[in-house]
């Protein structure tokens, strides 16, 4: 048994840093969070609760979700550009077919350059 003891006092020793910092591995020390960033976002936390409250005293109590659905949900935008096709011709290069205000444009895309290869009005399709 002596023996044993004896063997062990070696790896004692060696291993005493890694005691020595056994508190920090449950998180004690240092945080590594900035106080500014927990403040901040208390702060944040504190707003969203305060806007909360006040949207559900001026409603009654109760939440109306249409009205919150017509916040996050806007109305498509009529868009002047529509890309109708787009083809890679080579490694550096793209061919693009644009319709904007009634016409069309072919372009040829590259990383330096963009050149307009033809112009001219929108085809009317027969329906």
Known sequence: MARLNVWCVPFLVLAQPAFAHAGRLGGG???GISLTRIVTALLLCLMLAVLAAMLLKRSGGKVDLGAIRRLLVRMPVQRR???????RVSQHADVCLLRCDGREYLILCAAQQQTLLREGDVAETAT
Do not use: A
């Open 29 to 31: 020390g240092d945080l």
């Open 81 to 87: 550009i529509d890309v109708i096709e787009t083809r």
